[in-house]
């Protein structure tokens, strides 16, 4: 499950900023994960609860915004957001796509206290 160790990157980032910044207590964590990321969204909300424990995340809400698979599409030229890295262009019906975006993950922010 590498949903665990995604978490405790997390946490390392979110104490630092807590340190960095003087908060005491975080309320929301939102993360934006893109749809080709891999991240299971089950085991990361399981494994979120398990690693904040004792930390200023503890008990933290987690919000997750999707972002859409993007592509280019070499036969049409569009940039397009498809549901799975390997389906066709939704435009032109074309084969041959760059992903071009969708498989980040990453903190949007914080609300502190």
Request: aromatic share 6%.
């Given at each position: 499950m590498?949903?665990?160790?995604?978490?405790e990157g997390i946490r390392q980032v979110i104490e630092g900023q807590a340190e960095a910044h003087g908060f005491s207590r975080v309320a929301v964590v939102r993360l934006e994960i893109g749809?080709?990321?891999?991240?299971?969204?089950?085991?990361?909300?399981?494994?979120f609860d398990v690693v904040m424990r004792g930390g200023v995340a503890d008990g933290?809400?987690?919000?997750?915004?999707?972002?859409?698979?993007?592509?280019?599409c070499f036969d049409c030229a569009a940039e397009v957001d498809l549901d799975d890295r390997l389906a066709p262009c939704p435009r032109c019906g074309g084969g041959r796509l760059l992903p071009v975006g969708g498989d980040e993950m990453r903190i949007k922010d914080l609300e502190v206290n």
């Open positions: 590498h949903e665990m160790s995604l978490c749809r080709f990321a891999g991240v299971e969204r089950a085991a990361l909300d399981f494994a933290a809400r987690l919000e997750i915004i999707d972002l859409p698979g993007r592509a280019t």
